[in-house]
């Protein structure tokens, strides 16, 4: 089964960067559905960034031209670089991976996920 680990959050003020990690176990197909998603106390969770089957990046608004997504093949990591830092980032951010199963979905849909890291937190504050 899928084992999902995030690393990288901490507290960092308005304008900073950080990167976050996951580490994937347990996954072979490199066609399989990554995101990565953040939540807020009393909010729904809202995609941040994802790829798609066939490799192509899919970003909210809000971390278009700021964040980017990366998926290392050799090292099975989900990275997350998130730039330009602003309160409203902060957030428990997760990472996440689906099945290809021969149809194309939305990276960014929280719905098609079934396996969930436990979550990492990142503070922004000005």
């Known amino acids: 089964q899928v084992h999902l680990m995030e690393s990288g959050g901490t507290s960092v003020q308005t304008g900073g960067s950080l990167r976050l990690s996951c580490q994937v176990s347990?996954?072979?197909?490199?066609?399989?559905?990554v995101g990565w998603f953040r939540q807020v106390p009393g909010k729904e969770r809202e995609g941040v960034a994802g790829?798609?089957?066939?490799?192509?990046?899919k970003y909210a608004d809000h971390a278009a031209n700021r964040f980017s997504i990366h998926q290392d093949t050799i090292k099975d990591t989900v990275d997350l670089q998130m730039n330009q830092l602003k309160p409203e980032d902060s957030a428990t951010y997760y990472c996440?991976?689906?099945?290809?199963?021969?149809?194309?979905?939305?990276?960014?849909?929280?719905?098609?996920?079934?396996?969930w890291g436990p979550g990492t937190q990142v503070k922004v504050s000005s």
């Open positions: 996440a991976v689906a099945p290809y199963r021969g149809r194309e979905l939305d990276p960014l849909s929280s719905a098609i996920y079934e396996n």
């Open positions: 347990g996954y072979t197909s490199r066609r399989d559905f």
């Open positions: 790829i798609d089957s066939v490799g192509m990046s």
